[in-house]
């Protein structure tokens, strides 16, 4: 199997057989950014690269910034699983994958080396530019799989993405007392934040009840746009900083 590059940022093509068609003829219209969560690169190359593994992605950032390109980006790649944002069911389908070398959660959740952030930088504003990809379709692993996933980690700096160009992203709110609003926690006030949320995008059902679904959306919320306190409870601060996320989408046509 050979396969050209689509960005010109590619260091080196490692063609995976983990690939397929993009359901009903679909256009990439996002970004999903990934951890490896493997003890190493050569490790996470050889499995998003070994048919037996079933898992894939377009590409590959090591700590060093190289970019490898393993599925081009007109090919689904298997790298988001079960999941779902927005109106969007198959994230696989509408998604280009970019998985970037580090431990995750199982390994310290290392910090994320600069040379990786300049390539996440320059290969998502490479992406989008070319497909047309909005700034608030730029996710986290997390955002997509709240309830299996946790990558990239609350140590990504979605901010500094964002001072780039990257993202849709807001200064958050700082930490204060107030109402917080924790697992069992009824009645309107979790309906209004279950709402926020789905309008934004996550797959939650508003049912007025702080269920288990209902914190770990709020954990994954706070690993992207709120990583000073990740603790699955809606403080005034994760409260405020989603109604500033929401204010500061596009107007729609």
Same mark, same amino acid.
């Given at each position: 199997?050979?396969?050209?590059?689509?960005?010109?940022?590619?260091?080196?093509?490692?063609?995976?057989?983990?690939?397929?068609?993009?359901?009903?003829? #679909?256009?990439?219209?996002?970004?999903?950014?990934?951890?490896?969560?493997?003890?190493?690169? =050569?490790?996470?190359?050889?499995?998003?690269?070994?048919? !037996?593994?079933?898992?894939?992605?377009?590409?590959?950032?090591?700590?060093?910034?190289? &970019?490898?390109?393993?599925?081009?980006?007109?090919? #689904?790649?298997?790298?988001?699983?079960?999941?779902?944002?927005?109106?969007?069911?198959?994230?696989?389908?509408?998604?280009?994958?970019?998985?970037?070398?580090?431990?995750?959660?199982?390994?310290?959740?290392?910090?994320?080396?600069?040379?990786?952030?300049?390539?996440?930088?320059?290969?998502?504003?490479?992406?989008?530019?070319?497909?047309?990809?909005?700034?608030?379709? &730029?996710? /986290? +692993?997390?955002?997509?799989?709240?309830?299996?996933?946790? %990558?990239?980690?609350?140590?990504?700096?979605?901010? @500094? !993405?964002?001072?780039?160009?990257?993202? +849709?992203? =807001?200064?958050?709110?700082?930490?204060? %007392?107030?109402?917080?609003?924790?697992?069992?926690?009824?009645?309107?006030?979790?309906?209004? !934040?279950?709402?926020?949320?789905?309008?934004?995008?996550?797959?939650?059902? =508003?049912?007025?009840?702080?269920?288990?679904?209902?914190?770990?959306?709020?954990?994954?919320?706070? #690993?992207?746009? #709120?990583?000073?306190?990740?603790?699955?409870?809606?403080? &005034? @601060?994760?409260?405020?900083?989603?109604?500033?996320?929401? /204010? /500061?989408?596009?107007? =729609? @046509?």
């Amino acid at each position: 199997m050979t396969i050209a590059a689509d960005s010109p940022l590619v260091t080196k093509v490692v063609p995976s057989p983990n690939q397929g068609e993009r359901k009903d003829g #679909r256009r990439p219209d996002m970004i999903v950014l990934h951890y490896t969560g493997m003890k190493d690169g =050569v490790s996470a190359l050889q499995q998003l690269t070994n048919p !037996l593994a079933e898992v894939s992605s377009h590409y590959l950032i090591w700590e060093d910034g190289r &970019i490898f390109q393993l599925v081009p980006e007109s090919a #689904r790649a298997w790298h988001a699983g079960a999941g779902s944002w927005g109106s969007d069911t198959d994230i696989n389908s509408c998604s280009i994958g970019i998985e970037i070398v580090n431990g995750g959660h199982d390994y310290g959740l290392p910090d994320f080396t600069p040379a990786q952030i300049d390539a996440s930088i320059a290969l998502c504003r490479d992406i989008a530019t070319r497909w047309s990809i909005q700034p608030h379709r &730029i996710l /986290a +692993h997390s955002d997509t799989a709240p309830a299996r996933k946790a %990558d990239p980690g609350e140590k990504f700096p979605w901010d @500094a !993405l964002a001072a780039a160009g990257v993202g +849709h992203f =807001v200064p958050p709110v700082p930490v204060t %007392d107030g109402p917080r609003f924790a697992r069992g926690a009824e009645g309107p006030p979790v309906q209004a !934040l279950q709402a926020m949320l789905a309008l934004y995008g996550y797959a939650l059902p =508003v049912t007025g009840v702080f269920d288990d679904a209902t914190e770990q959306v709020v954990t994954a919320f706070q #690993r992207h746009f #709120r990583p000073a306190c990740v603790d699955g409870v809606a403080d &005034i @601060a994760t409260i405020k900083t989603l109604r500033d996320l929401i /204010a /500061a989408l596009p107007a =729609v @046509a």
